[in-house]
């Protein structure tokens, strides 16, 4: 069965950090881009950040930058984002997306573009 698997949410405190884990399960994503999106309860689906498929290009939202951090090992078909410094605004369930491209850099896109694969979601909760 072709899909991705996200692991690695739960509860932390402020202040505090997760990794979430985006695995690929029956493909490659050898030659995807893989992007992060969040949704809290209420809100609409927001991205987060995003790697290339060659790992090169990462980009990242304002909210986030110099707190999380993407990171892809194409060995074990997996890609990473690191959490740090958590926020009660971070709260919401995480999805990791597919996008094939062979080249280029990664772009912040919105969620209801065309992506190839999405995962389940794991959610995150940020509370004292």
Request: aromatic fraction near 12%; charge should be positive.
């Amino acid at each position: 069965q072709l899909q991705l698997v996200e692991s690695g949410g739960g509860l932390v405190q402020p202040g505090g950090s997760l990794r979430l884990s985006c695995a690929a399960s029956g493909f490659s994503l050898d030659y995807y881009n893989i992007y992060w999106f969040r949704q809290a309860p209420g809100k609409e689906r927001e991205g987060v950040s995003c790697i290339s498929s060659r790992g090169g290009s990462t980009n990242y939202a304002d909210s986030v930058k110099g707190r999380f951090t993407i990171s892809r090992d194409n060995v074990k078909n997996t890609v990473y984002l690191q959490m740090n410094s958590l926020k009660s605004e971070d709260t919401a369930v995480y999805y990791c997306a597919a996008h094939l491209q062979l080249f280029g850099p990664c772009v912040l896109k919105s969620p209801s573009n065309k992506y190839d694969y999405w995962g389940q979601g794991t959610q995150v909760t940020v509370t004292s």
